[in-house]
């Protein structure tokens, strides 16, 4: 079973900054994709914010480019995401996300519980 912790959502004024972390802890042997989806108030669909792959390439919504940046540490199994210039759009609930392989060589995904984005205009 993997386990994933977010941390560092809150509130910030639009124009402002944050880091978001996941930690993923527990039976992995391996974790090929990390990455971050969103969920807006009211919608029902999370969408894709970024996602960084084991040898460092990245994909981010066209939303987020130029304005966020999302990087790893492998060694602890960690993924941040460096969000700044922050708008009302930016909203939501955050979402850690992390596809890999257990120990036992079976592939999982994960979610983490979500942390809550919100910027006030």
């Known amino acids: 079973q993997v386990q994933l912790v977010e941390s560092g959502g809150g509130l910030v004024q639009a124009g402002g900054s944050l880091r978001l972390s996941c930690v993923a802890s527990?039976?992995?042997?391996?974790?090929?994709?990390m990455g971050w989806y969103r969920q807006a108030p009211g919608n029902q669909r999370r969408e894709l914010v970024a996602?960084?792959?084991?040898?460092?390439?990245?994909n981010s919504a066209d939303s987020v480019k130029g304005r966020f940046t999302i990087s790893r540490n492998n060694a602890e199994n960690t993924v941040y995401l460096q969000m700044s210039s922050l708008n009302s759009e930016d909203t939501a609930v955050y979402f850690c996300?992390?596809?890999?392989?257990?120990?036992?060589?079976?592939?999982?995904?994960?979610w983490g519980r979500g942390t809550q984005v919100t910027v006030s205009s």
């Open positions: 996300y992390v596809r890999g392989y257990t120990n036992w060589n079976t592939d999982f995904h994960s």
């Open positions: 527990g039976n992995i042997r391996s974790i090929d994709i």
């Open positions: 996602e960084i792959t084991s040898g460092g390439t990245t």
